[in-house]
């Protein structure tokens, strides 16, 4: 099941994002959800709290790509999509991310947007045209290459973990590289070793429980 966050202040928006994808999407043979994120009304700082939303959902699973409209009005603030494409870009890399927009020369000015990832609405809401087709079908493609890579990842991990619980420290190295891959897939705030400690001190660490393990045997 893949799960797709949308971003947009307005409901007939979201309801059109919804119909183009289901019309779409139905040949993929792929089960899917929606999300709709809870505009914030009463902050200044809408763009850090929808980025704080977005990456708790993107950190636990929740969600498999998300979908930002490039211009959303919140009372008298209007702000840019782009702003928070950037800071979920800056900290997962390989999340697929898409702008939605009506100024598409505007909305790639800035030089972390890729214009791939950037879809005019309306080609995009005119179901039947093979622009709308394509990018439906790159969206789901995005989210199963997203997913494949992150589980492979992850399956490494335990895998690796599993050696170094029977005492194999040769198997500290790959992990540390592959935690650090996996960062770009899912914000790891604190991993395993990252941020704790280097190759070094686990090393340490490992010589110092194998030598109280041999006192104790």
């Given at each position: ?141 995005s989210m ?5 890579q992150k ?67």
């Amino acid at each position: 099941m893949y799960t797709i966050g949308l971003i947009d202040d307005e409901l007939s928006e979201i309801k059109k994002i919804r119909r183009t994808i289901k019309q779409n999407a139905s040949i993929l043979e792929t089960e899917y959800a929606f999300k709709s994120y809870d505009i914030p009304t009463t902050s200044d700082e809408v763009v850090d709290l929808l980025f704080s939303d977005v990456l708790r959902d993107i950190e636990n699973s929740r969600i498999s790509a998300l979908i930002i409209d490039y211009k959303i009005i919140v009372s008298t603030i209007k702000i840019k999509g782009t702003d928070i494409f950037k800071k979920v870009k800056d900290r997962v890399v390989q999340f697929p991310v898409i702008i939605l927009t009506e100024v598409v020369a505007e909305s790639i000015l800035p030089d972390f947007v890729d214009a791939d990832k950037v879809y005019e609405k309306r080609f995009f809401f005119r179901l039947q045209d093979d622009y709308s087709k394509e990018k439906v079908e790159h969206i789901f493609d995005s989210m199963k290459k997203y997913v494949a890579q992150k589980d492979e990842i992850t399956v490494k991990l335990d895998l690796l973990k599993d050696k170094l619980s029977d005492g194999d420290r040769n198997a500290i190295k790959e992990i540390l590289e592959l935690e650090k891959k996996l960062d770009a897939f899912i914000p790891v705030n604190q991993t395993q070793f990252d941020m704790v400690f280097n190759e070094g001190k686990v090393t340490e660490i490992m010589r110092m429980l194998n030598e109280i393990n041999g006192m104790l045997g």
